[in-house]
């Protein structure tokens, strides 16, 4: 057997492993009771320690040195997977076993002391645990940058997009840090006045409702569920692709919508190649691909005004809402409301890259060193007055609302908001090439869209590094217009 | 670090990957879309092998030897750990590796197989993956009979139940095949007839009920979960115990029967000793002490007329049921009503041990290449008219009814009936220490046999074997008697 097709053995057990882990969190999220949570923990904790194990096998690195001087033998995709297999590899062993194990205790504590201290809006008790995770990240970024080549920044950030670098970030996030905050004035002058549409919507007709609008966007539940959990989130794999909402009886559109945003996120996994499941070739591109595709279907699809023609009779069938509040135009202008607030998971599209200018410039200055973790609350306060002119009464609204520090992920903000860019250049270019998808919309029918997003982003899994992605599917480079073009065009026009 | 204290924690590992696989094999039957599943074979394929890859490791054997060396040091417990690792590595090593991954892949496919053959009533359907299922089973029967010195079906049976043998199952069963045909035949003729009680009961009433009364029994829902799968059974860990039912709204008994049954089975496994949880000595003695505690609960206790003048004013409260027919008295007579069927999970407990009788003729002589699989369906439809009087008039209500082959687990039927001969032996054995049992069931005050249960039978795990474990809890040998005894009280007298 080759060098190369032993390594595809290899990396298929450790894909195993990780599918059985993405059912295990899953689980956790969705269906584990309390009292299971420690044993999982251990549970999780072995099989992360057997898959890593796998990866920087000693003679996992010979099998890739080996591979590479077959390579010539190997066909594009076999090329691109050897390519994959070698990135998880170098980065795996770029840091030190026992940073591994610092980190994982590091991170468990601060998840621990945050859970606490977000609700009692109690920052000083998380700080000694956060400067310890940001101590460590620190560390693992510049393990990783020396092994990479990479400055530290882009040494996370390249862990959840691969190929993207801060100075790509930067071009997009300071020129929507220039232009956003005077357009978020002009578009809350121009807006009506909010209309809150009472309820009670049941939980159930929700939840019919959500299942009717996945199916017909491509969700195939032979392949996948919707479940319930804290956190709207999309897990599970490819071929069984697991889903969860909340529901609030007093307001549909928000779990609606969250249910909708999963789809997206469940389409591209579904659609992932099939002939490489197990593979690294086989897996998503990155965060901010993921996010593009969760938003292209939530924002640039179904909160559009040719989705409310198709959602109004839905709501009337599935809520009997009726009424002026419940036509398509005031569906509509209700789905593209903006408001400036302290939260990020519920922000509008307009407001939200705000929010991520302000974690991706603390996160930059912390890892840095050139803000101290003492002095977070202040430098929020100071950011969100700056970006979003309010300032949150506390900690809780403030730098306490979020996971992401606690658990380490540096770097991962910035996906949010190229994945909104990435969304609405995508779809420009999929209506573009396919005059079929907007009247689609409108009908429901959503066929169209699937088909260009499966040829032109999901068929290709990890082949193409990112920006080769989007030059093949766009026929440009990743470019921040379309995403201003967008706002203007919902917003002011 | 001594050797024994480094095999608790490579066996801890182990455990943890043993618990993943509980977990994703709970889902798989009560969660998992019918697309996922060739994805989940292969995750618990490679689970599989990654949990015998650390029993059969080199440094396992030697470590054992070692700690072999330095037992004098251990204390009972740990003793009785040592005692069960090295059963454990005997048991794994005696495998080809390739022939466990070949069964994880074989009873994964048959199992899909057998979800739509079932319904179908179609055996060619499923009769190729089940002879490959067998032929696999034999070489591992073969392979564990060399290693253990045991006969091939005795290397099988051991498996569920550590020590039994076939000459024990022998010494139960025939005694009990020529004894129950005519018992069976007098009590029909003493039986009053059936009197249907007609629904519907809700569902969702069904499950209420059940939940009240697994919680009433020592279910702790903060440790465990109750859901629905086509075959009712229960998996999970100890501290997160997953048990599954059906419910049929014409009919609440059978779908409450099997929860309580169930319940059983949770209550063993949450009682398992505590500070033993990731070891082989913390886990359930086998098979037949697990089915002897569902028994003890469905049988023993809630098909018990005291359990009926508890139940009765619960099933008035959660269906509205009252009159004659749900008297308690009404309500005992029919709970013990007795009839042949074709179904063994719909059996009563003076049949089922006939239809036990008849899979362990049918997989004694398919293990031995005595009975070909083709020729399944005709000896089945021969032994049903031998043993019970009755024919089934298709393989849905015959030799297709049941998961446990599909599955390779030869060697598991007879212990449902030495379950239930225990349970007749530990009942016995706890009302006489315990007086406040039976007055307590009455009352719906479970506690005082839950603790006898505990201390004689939970709490021990895997410390003792199981001739002596019956011995400490009962005073006395395994035996028929109790059971007999029980029989003729019940529906004779």
Same mark, same amino acid.
């Given at each position: 057997?080759?060098?190369y097709?032993r390594?595809?053995r290899?990396?298929?057990?450790?894909?195993?492993?990780q599918g059985?882990?993405a059912?295990?969190?899953?689980?956790?999220?969705a269906?584990m009771p309390?009292?299971g949570?420690?044993?999982?923990?251990?549970?999780m904790?072995?099989?992360?320690?057997?898959?890593?194990?796998?990866?920087?096998?000693?003679? #996992? &690195?010979?099998?890739l040195?080996?591979?590479?001087?077959e390579?010539s033998?190997l066909?594009?995709?076999?090329?691109?997977?050897?390519?994959?297999?070698?990135?998880?590899?170098r980065r795996?062993?770029?840091v030190?076993?026992a940073?591994?194990g610092?980190?994982a205790?590091a991170?468990?504590?601060?998840?621990?002391v945050?859970r606490?201290?977000?609700?009692?809006?109690?920052?000083?008790?998380?700080a000694p645990?956060?400067?310890?995770v940001l101590?460590?990240?620190?560390?693992?970024?510049s393990a990783?940058g020396s092994?990479?080549e990479l400055a530290?920044?882009?040494a996370?950030l390249?862990g959840y997009?691969?190929?993207?670098?801060?100075?790509?970030?930067?071009?997009i996030?300071?020129?929507?840090?220039?232009?956003?905050?005077?357009?978020?004035?002009?578009?809350?002058?121009?807006?009506?006045?909010?209309?809150?549409?009472?309820?009670?919507f049941?939980?159930?007709?929700?939840?019919?409702?959500g299942r009717l609008?996945m199916?017909?966007?491509?969700f195939?539940f032979s392949? @996948?569920?919707?479940d319930?959990s804290a956190?709207?989130?999309c &897990?599970?794999?490819?071929?069984?692709?697991?889903? #969860?909402a909340r529901?609030?009886?007093a307001?549909?559109a928000s779990g609606l919508?969250?249910?909708?945003?999963e #789809?997206g996120?469940?389409?591209?996994?579904?659609?992932l190649?099939?002939d490489w499941?197990?593979q690294?070739?086989?897996q998503?591109?990155?965060?901010?691909?993921h996010?593009?595709?969760?938003?292209?279907i939530?924002?640039?699809?179904?909160r559009?005004?040719?989705?409310?023609?198709?959602l109004?009779?839905?709501?009337?069938q599935?809520?009997?809402?009726?009424?002026?509040?419940?036509a398509?135009?005031?569906?509509?202008?209700?789905?593209?409301?903006?408001?400036? @607030?302290?939260?990020?998971v519920?922000?509008?599209?307009?407001?939200y890259p705000?929010?991520?200018?302000?974690?991706?410039?603390l996160e930059?200055?912390?890892?840095?060193?050139?803000?101290?973790?003492?002095?977070?609350?202040?430098?929020w306060?100071d950011?969100m007055?700056?970006?979003?002119g309010?300032t949150?009464?506390?900690?809780?609204?403030?730098?306490l609302q979020d996971?992401?520090?606690?658990?380490?992920?540096i770097?991962y903000?910035?996906?949010?908001?190229?994945?909104?860019?990435?969304a609405a250049?995508?779809?420009q270019a999929?209506t573009?090439?396919?005059p079929?998808i907007?009247?689609?919309i409108?009908?429901?029918d959503?066929a169209p869209?699937l088909?260009w997003l499966?040829r032109?982003v999901?068929?290709?899994?990890?082949r193409?590094?990112?920006?080769e992605?989007v030059?093949?599917a #766009?026929?440009?480079?990743?470019?921040?217009?379309?995403?201003?073009?967008?706002l203007?065009a919902?917003y002011?026009s």
């Amino acid at each position: 057997m080759s060098a190369y097709a032993r390594l595809e053995r290899r990396f298929a057990r450790i894909a195993d492993i990780q599918g059985a882990l993405a059912v295990l969190s899953w689980d956790r999220e969705a269906m584990m009771p309390a009292g299971g949570a420690e044993a999982r923990a251990e549970q999780m904790a072995t099989l992360s320690e057997l898959a890593h194990d796998g990866l920087i096998a000693a003679d #996992t &690195g010979d099998l890739l040195a080996a591979a590479e001087a077959e390579a010539s033998g190997l066909n594009p995709w076999q090329s691109a997977n050897l390519r994959e297999m070698q990135r998880e590899h170098r980065r795996a062993t770029a840091v030190d076993p026992a940073l591994v194990g610092a980190m994982a205790r590091a991170t468990s504590k601060a998840v621990m002391v945050w859970r606490d201290a977000r609700p009692a809006a109690d920052f000083k008790a998380l700080a000694p645990a956060l400067a310890e995770v940001l101590r460590l990240t620190g560390e693992q970024a510049s393990a990783l940058g020396s092994a990479l080549e990479l400055a530290p920044y882009d040494a996370l950030l390249d862990g959840y997009e691969p190929g993207l670098r801060g100075a790509e970030v930067d071009a997009i996030l300071l020129p929507l840090a220039d232009f956003l905050p005077d357009f978020l004035a002009e578009v809350e002058q121009a807006q009506a006045p909010a209309r809150p549409r009472p309820g009670p919507f049941p939980v159930a007709q929700q939840q019919a409702l959500g299942r009717l609008l996945m199916a017909r966007l491509g969700f195939d539940f032979s392949h @996948g569920r919707l479940d319930e959990s804290a956190h709207p989130f999309c &897990g599970g794999i490819a071929d069984d692709v697991r889903i #969860t909402a909340r529901y609030d009886e007093a307001d549909a559109a928000s779990g609606l919508m969250a249910i909708l945003h999963e #789809t997206g996120h469940a389409l591209y996994s579904a659609g992932l190649p099939k002939d490489w499941r197990r593979q690294p070739v086989g897996q998503d591109r990155g965060m901010a691909l993921h996010e593009s595709q969760s938003l292209l279907i939530e924002m640039q699809v179904c909160r559009s005004r040719p989705f409310m023609t198709y959602l109004a009779p839905l709501l009337r069938q599935h809520f009997g809402a009726t009424g002026a509040d419940f036509a398509p135009d005031a569906l509509y202008r209700q789905a593209i409301r903006v408001e400036r @607030g302290f939260i990020r998971v519920d922000a509008d599209e307009v407001t939200y890259p705000l929010h991520v200018v302000l974690r991706y410039r603390l996160e930059r200055a912390l890892l840095a060193g050139d803000l101290a973790v003492a002095d977070l609350p202040g430098a929020w306060r100071d950011g969100m007055q700056e970006l979003l002119g309010i300032t949150p009464p506390d900690d809780r609204l403030g730098c306490l609302q979020d996971i992401h520090w606690p658990i380490g992920a540096i770097g991962y903000f910035p996906c949010y908001t190229l994945g909104a860019v990435l969304a609405a250049q995508l779809f420009q270019a999929a209506t573009a090439a396919e005059p079929a998808i907007l009247p689609g919309i409108e009908q429901g029918d959503f066929a169209p869209l699937l088909g260009w997003l499966r040829r032109s982003v999901h068929g290709h899994g990890s082949r193409y590094e990112l920006p080769e992605l989007v030059r093949l599917a #766009t026929g440009q480079e990743l470019a921040l217009q379309p995403f201003l073009d967008h706002l203007q065009a919902r917003y002011l026009s």
